[in-house]
């Protein structure tokens, strides 16, 4: 679809709502998930209140924010409140957060779409997105960035697998990763 900024512009110029994008998203999602293993948790109506919430603002005339109805996506260990948050573990199953987590806050805030929670490992406790109850993310044409092809090793080639089947697939604009498995710095010092 393009960069942040061609949508936020396509937006304001009217040439699509909100809800059409959404909806484009969310039908990819449901066409490709059950090959890749992206999505853990597809979030559809959370989505479209929140496209056709934007889409009510932009016929109003009003001014909306760069992130403003942006299809994005959270990792599983993000916390949101009354939407199912598991860390990609079975124990628990079924959690629903009470709060927020900041970062979905902020976001929440400025209108992005959240299209659903991904895959990760257990609780955060990898790199490669093996270790997830819900089982691996794939990549579906299992090429790697030139960088990793020799570092068979490289921790750093999981994550951009994953980030390089999200945007193939057309299944997110947006991700926000977590920090607490340290894939990119380890793998900055293994890929040059």
């Given at each position: 679809?393009?960069?942040?900024?061609?949508?936020?512009?396509?937006?304001?110029?009217?040439?699509?709502?909100?809800?059409?994008?959404?909806?484009?998203?969310?039908?990819?999602?449901?066409?490709?998930?059950?090959?890749?293993?992206?999505?853990?948790?597809?979030?559809?109506?959370?989505?479209?209140?929140?496209?056709?919430?934007?889409?009510?603002?932009?016929?109003?005339?009003?001014?909306?924010?760069?992130?403003?109805?942006?299809?994005?996506?959270?990792?599983?260990?993000?916390?949101?409140?009354?939407?199912?948050?598991?860390?990609?573990?079975?124990?628990?199953?079924?959690?629903?957060?009470?709060?927020?987590?900041?970062?979905?806050?902020?976001?929440?805030?400025?209108?992005?779409?959240?299209?659903?929670?991904?895959?990760?490992?257990?609780?955060?406790?990898?790199?490669?997105c093996e270790t997830s109850y819900f089982g691996g993310a794939a990549n579906p044409w299992r090429i790697y960035p030139p960088a990793c092809v020799v570092l068979r090793s490289c921790r750093l080639k999981a994550h951009l697998r994953r980030c390089f089947a999200l945007r193939t697939y057309r299944i997110c604009k947006l991700a926000r990763p977590n920090r607490t498995d340290y894939q990119?710095?380890?793998?900055?010092?293994?890929?040059?």
């Amino acid at each position: 679809m393009g960069s942040i900024a061609k949508i936020h512009e396509m937006l304001v110029g009217k040439q699509l709502s909100c809800a059409e994008l959404t909806k484009s998203y969310l039908d990819e999602i449901d066409k490709s998930n059950s090959e890749l293993n992206a999505y853990v948790n597809v979030t559809p109506d959370e989505a479209m209140k929140t496209a056709e919430a934007v889409d009510k603002k932009i016929a109003a005339g009003e001014e909306i924010g760069m992130l403003e109805g942006v299809p994005m996506t959270l990792k599983d260990n993000i916390s949101t409140k009354g939407i199912e948050t598991t860390c990609c573990s079975k124990i628990l199953t079924g959690y629903k957060p009470i709060y927020d987590a900041t970062v979905w806050e902020l976001l929440q805030n400025q209108n992005a779409v959240m299209l659903g929670k991904t895959n990760m490992d257990e609780f955060a406790m990898g790199s490669s997105c093996e270790t997830s109850y819900f089982g691996g993310a794939a990549n579906p044409w299992r090429i790697y960035p030139p960088a990793c092809v020799v570092l068979r090793s490289c921790r750093l080639k999981a994550h951009l697998r994953r980030c390089f089947a999200l945007r193939t697939y057309r299944i997110c604009k947006l991700a926000r990763p977590n920090r607490t498995d340290y894939q990119e710095r380890r793998g900055r010092r293994c890929c040059i």
